[in-house]
């Protein structure tokens, strides 16, 4: 029940101040990792309306699965998917409209330390040294 609280204040937290910004909050469900900053989620947009969408993660960048960067890359995706694979997030999005590789933009909040408050997961990789501000 305090989670669902939580989790009812911080949505209408975040909806509140950014509403007029063209930001929405989403509950999902994160299905596949495919790097550190690119996820695929089953989205619920209410009214029992799922929908399966390819999100980026914003204001980061993280190492590629591929080339050079692999064995990082591997690293911070094999992280990512611990944390949220399989679990259910909020994500906020941004203006609702894809980037330019078909992807939404998201932030993606979980209760990362167990305290039962929700956590910015882009920050976090960020402040970990796993991702670096998007330029």
């Not at 669902?4 to 911080?10: A, G, H, P, Q, S």
């Not at 949505?11 to 695929?40: F, H, M, P």
């Not at 619920?44 to 960048?61: A, H, M, P, W």
């Not at 094999?78 to 949220?84: K, L, P, S, Y």
Request: glycine share 6%.
């Amino acid at each position: 029940m305090k989670n669902l609280i939580i989790v009812i204040l911080l949505t209408s937290t975040i909806w509140s101040a950014n509403a007029q910004k063209n930001e929405y909050i989403y509950k999902a469900k994160i299905i596949s990792v495919y790097d550190g900053d690119t996820v695929t989620a089953l989205v619920d947009l209410g009214f029992n309306v799922l929908t399966v969408q390819k999100l980026r993660l914003s204001e980061i960048d993280t190492p590629e699965v591929r080339g050079s960067e692999r064995p990082e890359g591997l690293k911070v995706r094999d992280t990512v998917r611990a944390m949220i694979l399989e679990k259910e997030i909020l994500i906020q999005t941004f203006k609702d409209k894809k980037g330019k590789f078909g992807r939404y933009i998201v932030r993606i909040y979980i209760d990362i330390d167990g305290d039962g408050e929700l956590d910015n997961l882009n920050q976090w990789l960020i402040d970990n040294k796993l991702a670096k501000p998007y330029k």
